[in-house]
């Protein structure tokens, strides 16, 4: 069989010396694990070998895995530890001011999601592990030191200064039971690059938004976040009174946009921006050495349609909050039961939602229903009016006393509710149930709030947390938690 001809030189295209690439300075591994999905998200789309070859070849290399036995059992899907340390030291000193990013950078991780991708792809499960949880180490050797240690109480957090991954790792699947299959860190400036090149992420906020040890400051409604601003967002822990519990929820609200902005906007399918992408974030993820080109490839064509509907985000429960242990401080211990059955379903591959319809016509408010304390006055001389509003406000889930009184005075036109201003976000979740209604604030009367009903009652409007909780686990989804 005679042999195919050559193409001449003169017919091929002219070879030019490669030019080596140029790399950023890789900084030390950090970040918000807010930016840690959008690696695996970005990275994935099915845009060509060598884009995410050149990605691949940029990621700096760790082994989590190192001499560890006695591993739970693999289970269905992917399980992704995702781990954002304190990556300050790597901010400009402008940013440092501008973003209140003072003080030293610490050895310790700020933030632990497990991200589940479902072995058919087509849904992510985001557990947030908080950072404070009670937690005990196995028995390992310090990195540093070369010492053995028995196991002993720590924080969660502490486990990354102590040992580095590889205990973060063992103490987490120690926690859970669940096999961790891959390990991802990401850093600030890595997480402000991204979200610039993406053109900013859009939030909505019902509430405003104030944190002075951030510098956050949103008033209530749609904002489409830079990188700096963005990084306040998923940082602040003093908007409100739930500290790092609401500091999560902040942060899966970013990563739900997250995902809507980089799936809508095209990046995934537009070699040239998923370029600008991946350079805004290479040099700055480490991973284990099994999570790859190929593992990147095969993600992406899967999740080809992926959306936020897809995703869901919870927080494992907790059972005690302060849980005070000698030398360790305050801490959070978790709920072992629920956990355990949140950790199961992660391992059996089974959502954790419930997905059922919404209802028609409820007004988005920022505390749920079920979180308010309410007390029904009448005060009209109509009989069975605070009966009757009563009973609209329990049909839509307040906690009412089921006991209306009559109000001091029967010639009330216009509805009132009364509040003590440290439960002005219940107060108003309350007044959105009841339109036309008056706020009145009242120091010193509690979290029992106090409805007066006017002869201007009509009816009750349905209202729904921003977050909808779903199931024994307080599961949200990626496209209840986004702008509507």
Avoid at 79 to 107: F, M, S, W
Avoid at 186 to 193: I, R
Avoid at 260 to 265: I, L, P
Avoid at 315 to 328: D, E, F, L
Wanted: charged share 25%.
């Amino acid at each position: 069989m005679p042999t195919p001809p050559r193409r001449s030189p003169a017919a091929r295209p002219p070879q030019r010396r490669p030019r080596p690439p140029v790399r950023p300075k890789k900084p030390r591994w950090a970040m918000r694990a807010a930016t840690t999905l959008s690696v695996v998200v970005l990275a994935s789309a099915g845009i060509g070998h060598a884009v995410v070859t050149s990605l691949d070849a940029d990621i700096a290399r760790v082994d989590p895995f190192k001499d560890m036995k006695n591993r739970p059992r693999a289970g269905h899907g992917m399980n992704v530890l995702l781990v954002g340390t304190d990556g300050r030291d790597r901010i400009t000193e402008q940013e440092r001011h501008k973003y209140h990013l003072g003080g030293a950078p610490c050895h310790c991780t700020d933030t632990i999601m497990i991200v589940h991708i479902s072995e058919d792809r087509e849904r992510a499960s985001v557990v947030s592990l908080p950072r404070d949880s009670y937690a005990e180490t196995p028995p390992h050797t310090d990195q540093t030191t070369g010492a053995r240690h028995n196991p002993h109480p720590i924080k969660l957090n502490a486990a990354y200064a102590e040992g580095g991954p590889n205990l973060t790792v063992q103490t987490v699947e120690s926690m859970t039971h669940v096999k961790i299959d891959h390990y991802l860190e990401v850093d600030f400036t890595s997480f402000m690059k991204t979200v610039d090149v993406l053109g900013g992420v859009k939030i909505c906020t019902a509430e405003p938004l104030k944190d002075s040890y951030t510098g956050l400051d949103l008033p209530a409604g749609a904002h489409t976040l830079m990188g700096g601003q963005a990084l306040q967002y998923v940082r602040s822990r003093h908007v409100d009174g739930a500290s790092d519990l609401g500091r999560m929820k902040r942060q899966q609200r970013f990563l739900a946009a997250l995902i809507d902005q980089a799936t809508s906007s095209g990046v995934l399918l537009n070699p040239l921006k998923f370029r600008d992408v991946t350079r805004a974030v290479l040099g700055s993820v480490r991973a284990d050495k099994g999570f790859g080109t190929d593992e990147l490839l095969d993600l992406g064509r899967a999740m080809r349609t992926f959306s936020p509907s897809s995703s869901e985000f919870t927080t494992v429960p907790i059972g005690q909050m302060g849980y005070v242990v000698k030398g360790i401080g305050s801490t959070l211990k978790w709920d072992e039961p629920k956990s355990a059955k949140l950790f199961e379903a992660l391992r059996d591959d089974k959502p954790l939602t419930v997905h059922r319809a919404p209802r028609a016509n409820a007004v988005k408010v920022d505390v749920a229903p079920q979180q308010i304390r309410v007390q029904v006055e009448n005060g009209t001389a109509a009989a069975g009016l605070g009966k009757r509003v009563d009973a609209a406000l329990a049909a839509i889930g307040f906690r009412t006393t089921h006991l209306p009184v009559s109000a001091a005075d029967h010639a009330v036109r216009r509805t009132v509710v009364t509040y003590d201003p440290r439960w002005d976000r219940s107060a108003k979740s309350l007044a959105a149930a009841l339109p036309g209604s008056e706020l009145r604030a009242v120091k010193g009367q509690g979290p029992l709030l106090k409805v007066i009903a006017g002869s201007d009652f009509k009816q009750v409007v349905r209202v729904r947390a921003a977050d909808v909780p779903q199931g024994g686990f307080g599961v949200v989804t990626g496209d209840e938690v986004g702008c509507s």
